[in-house]
């Protein structure tokens, strides 16, 4: 049975950080692509960045600015989101995906999801 599952969100005051984990089970985690997403109530999904295979990762420019850092443990099956200086339109439920064919911004590209871990940022 394949999960993805994500821990480390809370609740953190504006400028500070936090660094959320997804480890994967099931499926050959060292094949695939992990993406991360986020989204508030109301809105779309949005893309945060991703990471192929073999590392290399992408970020939303829009907000990202340098601000967080995706990497990630083949052995552990485990991909990281390293956040920085978050801002309270951070505030969100972020989700862990994996894309066996290639990542992107398009959600579609993924073959698995995560349950989400919630991040509130206090102003």
């Known amino acids: 049975q394949v999960q993805l599952v994500e821990s480390g969100g809370g609740l953190v005051q504006t400028g500070g950080s936090l660094r959320l984990s997804c480890t994967g089970s099931?499926?050959?985690?060292?094949?695939?692509?992990m993406g991360w997403f986020r989204q508030v109530p109301g809105k779309e999904r949005e893309f945060v960045g991703a990471?192929?295979?073999?590392?290399?990762?992408?970020y939303n420019t829009d907000f990202v600015e340098d601000r967080f850092i995706i990497s990630r443990d083949n052995a552990e099956n485990t991909v990281y989101l390293q956040m920085n200086m978050l801002k309270p339109e951070d505030s969100a439920v972020y989700y862990c995906?994996?894309?066996?064919?290639?990542?992107?911004?398009?959600?579609?590209?993924?073959?698995?999801w995560g349950q989400g871990t919630e991040v509130t940022v206090s102003s």
């Open positions: 995906a994996a894309a066996q064919l290639t990542v992107g911004n398009n959600a579609g590209l993924y073959d698995y």
């Open positions: 099931g499926f050959k985690f060292s094949w695939y692509g």
């Open positions: 990471i192929g295979m073999r590392g290399g990762p992408t």
